[in-house]
């Protein structure tokens, strides 16, 4: 595994492509752009307006969504994710389009919890006109329940590139002209959410949620969000060698599944996606 120190100079490396290190974005209101939107009392924004905090029981968990819908975006938050026996519990940071279920549009980060002393997962999907399965894992290079850092989803036309910290750990480019589904129609909405999913999160659904631990709680701040549409811009630029040297470090240590490399579940080939540069 690399040190903290190695994370922090591949977020250098990565920072001189586009301006992507983002350790930490400017405070404000959180509820200028997010609304918690269900949960029954179980999320809410402190006095200070600075911070949404999202709680888990037995009975219910909770969630948001951004005020505003986007189309092509760069969307930064910063979370601290359910400390200690998180074992069960997902927290979300996603977007979503708001069309028909079956061509829907989806950008996945599912933080899947664990039992104290393991790591978390975070669980990547992209889903585009309905079709997903798309799912790569990563593990993190620090404890994500101590402290916020900083997780980004940059959608453009070109791609769209999963970061932390400023350090870009995947990307998935718009191959649409060689038949590849890659959402760029449908404006979609940020949501956020921390749920039960003990049948499937942890180790496969191995280790169960312990309510005696409940409620859970993961809380989010700094919640900014950038127009990403004109190719033009810093925004709609390719990664170049630089950016390209931080994700092939990210991957080459933290990468726990990739589903294009996955021969049990697609004997017969990968997805066509696998073959492209």
Not at 72 to 93: E, H, W, Y
Not at 154 to 160: K, L, R, S, Y
Not at 199 to 208: E, P, Y
């Amino acid at each position: 595994m690399a040190s903290g120190s190695g994370a922090r100079a591949a977020c250098v490396l990565t920072a001189l492509l586009l301006g992507l290190c983002v350790l930490a974005v400017a405070g404000g209101s959180i509820s200028e752009g997010l609304e918690v939107s269900w949960g029954d009392g179980r999320g809410g924004v402190s006095p200070d307006g600075e911070v949404l905090t999202l709680s888990l029981d037995r009975t219910s968990g909770s969630g948001f969504r951004s005020k505003d819908t986007y189309l092509f975006a760069r969307v930064d938050m910063q979370i601290k994710l359910v400390p200690n026996n998180s074992a069960g519990t997902v927290t979300t940071c996603y977007f979503m389009s708001e069309g028909p279920w079956e061509v829907h549009d989806e950008v996945d980060l599912e933080f899947l919890g664990n039992v104290t002393g393991e790591p978390y997962t975070l669980h990547t999907n992209v889903y585009a006109n309905g079709t997903g399965g798309k799912e790569q894992q990563f593990r993190l290079w620090f404890d994500p329940t101590t402290d916020f850092h900083t997780y980004s989803i940059h959608w453009t036309q070109q791609h769209i590139v999963v970061l932390v910290d400023g350090t870009p750990i995947r990307e998935f480019k718009n191959h649409a002209d060689q038949g590849v589904p890659f959402p760029s129609s449908q404006r979609m909405r940020l949501y956020g959410s921390l749920w039960d999913a003990e049948d499937w999160a942890t180790q496969g659904g191995r280790v169960k949620t312990d309510w005696t631990q409940a409620p859970f709680a993961a809380s989010y701040r700094n919640f900014t969000a950038a127009d990403a549409s004109s190719s033009s811009s810093a925004y709609g630029q390719e990664m170049d060698a630089t950016a390209q040297q931080a994700l092939k470090w990210a991957r080459e240590n933290y990468m726990v599944y990739d589903y294009c490399t996955d021969t049990k579940r697609f004997p017969q080939g990968f997805p066509r996606e696998c073959y492209m540069a």
